[in-house]
């Protein structure tokens, strides 16, 4: 299994930036493709963005296209999200995890080895 923590969370004022890490331990990271998702008070978890194994592809919800932008680098086994132009609607705790399915998916059903999530506060 991998093991993984997200860190980088806070409160930032809208249209303020935030980078958000999530570093993984145990098994190779670089086998997995992977997944940022988000959930709100009283809401489900929804999709972020998700990258292929290598990098070489991405894939964003419509709601964060153009602000944020997924990455990755194997060697440091290190995911990031780098979130700009924030809204109070970003507001969640954000969570990473690894994609069982050799293509990137959008259902936390095709998911696993969730991280414990960080906090992101937008304010108005």
């Known amino acids: 299994q991998v093991q993984l923590v997200e860190s980088g969370g806070g409160l930032v004022q809208a249209g303020g930036s935030l980078r958000l890490s999530c570093a993984a331990s145990?098994?190779?990271?670089?086998?997995?493709?992977m997944g940022w998702f988000r959930q709100a008070p009283g809401k489900e978890r929804a999709f972020v963005a998700a990258?292929?194994?290598?990098?070489?592809?991405?894939n964003y919800a419509d709601s964060v296209k153009g602000r944020f932008t997924i990455s990755r680098d194997n060697a440091k086994n290190t995911m990031f999200l780098q979130m700009n132009t924030l809204e109070p609607d970003d507001t969640a705790v954000y969570y990473c995890?690894?994609?069982?399915?050799?293509?990137?998916?959008?259902?936390?059903?095709?998911?696993?080895?969730w991280g414990q999530g960080t906090q992101v506060t937008v304010s108005s």
């Open positions: 990258i292929t194994w290598n990098g070489g592809s991405t």
């Open positions: 995890a690894t994609g069982r399915t050799s293509i990137m998916l959008a259902s936390s059903a095709f998911y696993e080895n």
């Open positions: 145990g098994r190779t990271f670089s086998n997995y493709n």
